[in-house]
C-alpha cells in the first residue's frame, strides 16, 4: 500500500521557520518525483517544490524562491522541505505528492496532474 505521511506543520510568527518532513513507503521511493504542493482557503493548490533524486533536480515556485528548500533522504524514504522566513501568506495546508513523471516533472511539475499519489497534508499557520 502506497503511503505519504506529511508532519512538521503549527502554527508559528511570521519570520520563524519550519521543517515539513513527507515520510514514504509502498512504492520504489528515487523512482519517483516528490512534490510539496499547498492549499490555502479558497484557492487552488499550488506546486511549490519538486525534488527528482534520480535525476539530481529540483524546482521552487516564483513566491517561494530563496526561502524554501527542498531534499530527501533515501535511506529513510522521507523528503523535507524547509520552510524559512514565513510570511502569513504561507499559510495553507502543506501536501507532498509522488510522480513516476520524472522527467516531465522536471518542467512541469507544480501541475498536480502529473502525480499519482498524495497526503493527507499538514497546517501551516503564520500569524502576523
Known amino acids: 500500500e502506497v503511503q505519504l505521511v506529511e508532519s512538521g506543520g503549527g502554527l508559528v510568527q511570521a519570520g520563524g521557520s519550519l521543517r515539513l518532513s513527507c515520510a514514504a513507503s509502498g512504492f520504489t521511493f528515487d523512482d519517483y518525483a516528490i512534490g510539496w504542493f499547498r492549499q490555502a482557503p479558497g484557492k487552488e493548490r499550488e506546486g511549490v517544490s519538486v525534488?527528482?533524486?534520480?535525476?539530481?533536480?529540483?524546482y521552487y515556485g516564483d513566491s517561494v524562491k530563496g526561502r524554501f528548500t527542498i531534499s530527501s533522504d533515501s535511506a529513510k524514504n522521507t523528503v523535507y522541505l524547509q520552510i524559512d522566513n514565513l510570511k502569513p501568506e504561507d499559510t495553507a495546508v502543506y501536501y507532498c505528492?509522488?510522480?513516476?513523471?520524472?522527467?516531465?516533472?522536471?518542467?512541469?511539475?507544480?501541475?498536480?496532474?502529473?502525480?499519482?499519489?498524495w497526503g493527507q497534508g499538514t497546517q501551516v499557520t503564520v500569524s502576523s
Open positions: 505528492a509522488a510522480s513516476p513523471h520524472t522527467i516531465i516533472v522536471r518542467k512541469r511539475g507544480q501541475e498536480t496532474a502529473w502525480y499519482d499519489y
Open positions: 525534488i527528482s533524486k534520480s535525476h539530481g533536480s529540483t
